[in-house]
């Protein structure tokens, strides 16, 4: 009784706004964590006594690949978390088991995938994104080292996601959160030891925090399926359910798919902009050095958008699968509002603790003006950002997974890179690069005004046509 109640039960008469704070909690300080051992990496790495900017410069290089591998097995966490919830919220527990052993499948797929492009892909992938020239041969050389190693090593980050979504569409998000803060700490531990040589161990640089980003993985990973073990019991974990099913692959990622494009047009944005602002004549390897930075930093508030969006789902598809219209509203309502607070207190923050921040990192004089302007700048998206993600949650929940993936085209390919494209074209030199950094703020507005509109018809198509 004690599982069914805070599984099933729970999801389906809680108060929406109180039960968005139960479960919300933990999975917003999950992601936000995630982006801070992101920012330890970093940290850790530009102080190194030795070519340390250009360790920062190679990991935001690999950041795109990074950022991809993480679309894949998120976005099939996502579809895999709506079609679960969905079922459950149906009383089919025989589908929902056939969800999760049917994503654990994709998950040893999308591993092979990963190791095979650890192995084959990681040289034509790095120096694609030198172009221009500008891009020192060390700093290339650290970036393959660092992307081989988070590629052939990335069972970790696969199947945690796949088990984290599981957790939190029956309910025990707490669980996931406690899973990813363990392979946190085990990054954040491990990485001066690694990077720096400490307590007996080599000194292995960007290698070492990979090898500490990866182990920490490894870590999140196994609790994740300890308590999927343990604690779902209302799933059948029998070894039958791994077998695929074309008609629960399609179920899962009519959501999925949209959500792995949405993610992974953050990898074609990073990517882009990496080749744009590497071409900027005098400080092309500094712009690229303060995007790869202030992507990090800005991970602390947008994760923490994605993080309610990963509520905004199961809620609301959860009381979809009931008909329960006046729930599905109050998760829409609930959600926007939880995540537009959170990101109106991640702009103050960004804007009051721009020096400190910066702090951290050891910089030149160059890259550390420039990234003060960035994110004085950029971060004035943020409420822009947020909206449009929570929209992003609430059309997976109600399986409108195109209008979804169109607002990620929006605010990491449509607007944004032409923008970049056009307004670094302006840019002679230090003096003036600030002006690229409104590209980020042009992209998010418009996204967002798109994202309000295509929600009117489906709010009248899905939620007002019910009882």
């Known amino acids: ?37 992101n920012i330890v990496d970093s940290a850790y790495l ?41 079922s459950m919220g149906e009383g089919n527990k025989k589908k929902a088991s056939r969800a999760a052993g049917n994503a654990v499948f994709v998950a040893f797929v999308i591993y092979a995938v990963f190791v095979l492009f650890g192995l084959f892909g990681v040289s034509a992938y790095v120096n694609s994104q030198n172009a221009g020239g500008s891009i020192g041969a060390g700093v290339l050389t650290m970036t ?47 990485d001066p030891i690694l990077i720096y040589g400490w307590l007996g161990f080599p000194q292995m640089g960007v290698k070492g925090a990979a090898y500490a980003t990866v182990i920490g993985q490894i ?5 994740a399926f300890a308590f999927h073990t343990k604690l779902n019991v209302e799933i059948d974990k029998s070894i039958k359910y791994l077998r695929p099913r074309l008609r629960i692959l399609k179920e899962i990622f009519a959501v999925g798919l949209p959500a792995i494009i949405s993610q992974a047009l953050l990898t074609v944005m990073t990517y882009g902009l990496n080749i744009i602002f590497g071409k900027i004549p005098q400080v092309g390897e500094n712009t690229v050095t303060v995007y790869g930075l202030y992507c990090k930093i800005q991970q602390l508030i947008t994760f923490a958008a994605f993080g309610m969006r990963d509520v905004i789902t199961p809620i609301v598809a959860f009381n979809y699968g009931m008909k329960d219209k006046k729930r599905i509203k109050d998760g829409i309502k609930y959600g926007m509002l939880y995540t537009l607070v959170l990101m109106a207190a991640g702009l103050a923050a960004i804007e ?42 609430i059309f997976q929940a109600l399986q409108r997974g195109i209008e979804s993936m169109v607002i990620s085209f929006g605010r990491q390919v449509i607007f944004i890179l032409p923008a970049a494209w056009i307004l670094a074209k302006f840019v002679t030199g230090a003096e003036n690069v600030s002006i690229v950094w409104w590209s980020f703020l042009i992209g998010e507005g418009l996204t967002a005004i798109c994202a309000g509109l295509m929600y009117i018809p489906v709010m009248k198509k899905k939620i007002n046509v019910l009882e």
């Open 144 to 190: 393959e080292d660092y992307l081989r190693i988070c590629c052939c090593i990335s069972f970790g980050i696969v199947f945690f996601s796949i088990y984290e979504k599981i957790l939190q569409s029956m309910g025990r998000s707490l669980y996931s959160t406690i899973a990813q803060v363990a392979g946190a700490v085990v990054n954040i531990v491990l």
């Open 46 to 86: 530009s102080n190194m006594q030795e070519a340390g900017e250009e360790a920062l410069t190679a990991l935001s290089l690999a950041f795109p690949v990074q950022l991809f591998m993480v679309a894949i097995a998120i976005g099939t966490g996502v579809g895999t978390n709506a079609l679960l919830s969905k």
């Open 1 to 37: 009784m004690k599982n069914k109640k805070s599984a099933d039960n729970r999801m389906a008469t809680e108060p929406v706004g109180k039960l968005m704070v139960s479960v919300g909690v933990p999975i917003v300080l999950s992601m936000m964590l995630q982006a801070v051992y």
């Open 352 to 393: 009051l603790l721009t020096e400190p921040l910066i702090g951290f990192f050891a910089l030149s004089d160059v890259t550390h003006t420039i990234c003060v302007q960035c994110m004085r700048i950029v971060s004035l998206g943020l409420i822009f950002a947020g909206a449009s993600i929570a929209f992003q949650g």
């Open 219 to 223: 870590m999140s990973a196994v609790l």
